[in-house]
């Protein structure tokens, strides 16, 4: 089983970034893929999520309106385009699957985890 997430960099505040989880070992189609961030200091939070099995979509209060999260099934992929990016989104993201959908809203604890790719927002 495998998660990549890639897609992270250094980018100024105002700026966008698009995350990619590449997912095998898996049944991806079967599984909600979360997106999580972790800041210095500071606890773990659920940025969005995407159930495979029917596409619904959820998001963090820091991502609505400007985070947007995507799937493209038949590479195994799903995305998080971030836009307006501000300092305070700097952060280790990282992707995540679980077979229970509330596993990844309400971050009860995943069951596969990728390693993280790291986003710095400059001001």
């Known amino acids: 089983v495998q998660l990549q997430a890639s897609g992270g960099g250094l980018v100024q505040a105002g700026g966008s970034l698009r995350l990619s989880c590449t997912a095998s070992?898996?049944?991806?189609?079967?599984?909600?893929i979360g997106w999580f961030r972790q800041a210095p200091g500071k606890e773990r939070e659920v940025v969005s999520c995407i159930n495979n099995s029917d596409g619904s979509k959820w998001y963090g209060l820091p991502a609505e309106g400007r985070f947007t999260i995507s799937r493209d099934p038949a590479k195994n992929t799903v995305y998080l385009q971030m836009n307006n990016l501000q300092p305070e989104d700097t952060a280790v993201y990282y992707c995540a699957a679980d077979l229970y959908w509330g596993q990844c809203v309400r971050d009860y604890g995943m069951r596969y985890w990728g390693k993280g790719t790291q986003v710095t927002v400059s001001s």
């Open positions: 070992g898996f049944n991806f189609h079967s599984y909600a």
